[in-house]
């Protein structure tokens, strides 16, 4: 009799070990699921803002074409506007996935404080247009940056 409670407690025991194992593998996989989960409500949203972009045709990035070539614009002058800065692409295709991926990385076109043509468009301003004046830099340290008309301009505190 004592050699079968033997058998039995040792069969026992190996069924604690086998349900303790079990129970590991169910949370382990009980957190891969969840994990899982998580990840797939991230790409989700993350295909609805794709959406959003391709059906709204809507994206803080400017694109276009110019001789075969695709270009995504990723600064803008601070003082005129413009272009300062792009990317440029062989495809639509990619200028498109270029623009998806920043929008998804939630980036911003950059803002830079002058571009060169604006820069030398300021260089070259140098009659008032409203009397035909010569105008005067506003700082000698930059002659070329801002200038005023001493006829037109007036300074008021």
């Known amino acids: 009799m004592l050699k079968k409670s033997k058998k039995y407690v040792q069969k026992i025991e190996e069924l604690e070990r086998i349900i303790s194992h079990l129970v590991k593998e169910n949370d382990d996989m009980y ?14 949203s993350k295909l609805q803002v794709i959406k959003t972009v391709i059906a709204n045709n809507k994206s803080p990035f400017y694109t276009w074409e110019q001789d075969g070539k695709f270009y995504v ?3 803008i002058c601070n003082v005129g506007g413009c272009i300062a800065d792009y990317d440029s692409f062989d495809s639509c295709s990619d200028a498109a996935l270029s623009t998806i991926i920043r929008v998804l990385n939630e980036e911003e076109i950059k803002m830079i404080g002058i571009c060169h043509e604006c820069r030398e468009e300021a260089a070259d301003d140098t009659h008032c247009l409203k009397c035909g004046g010569a105008k005067m830099p506003v700082y000698d340290e930059y002659p070329n940056w801002i200038k005023f008309c001493p006829n037109c301009d007036k300074y008021a505190d």
């Open 31 to 44: 957190a891969t699921v969840t994990r899982l989960n998580k990840e797939n409500e991230q790409m989700d």
């Open 73 to 75: 614009q990723t600064a």
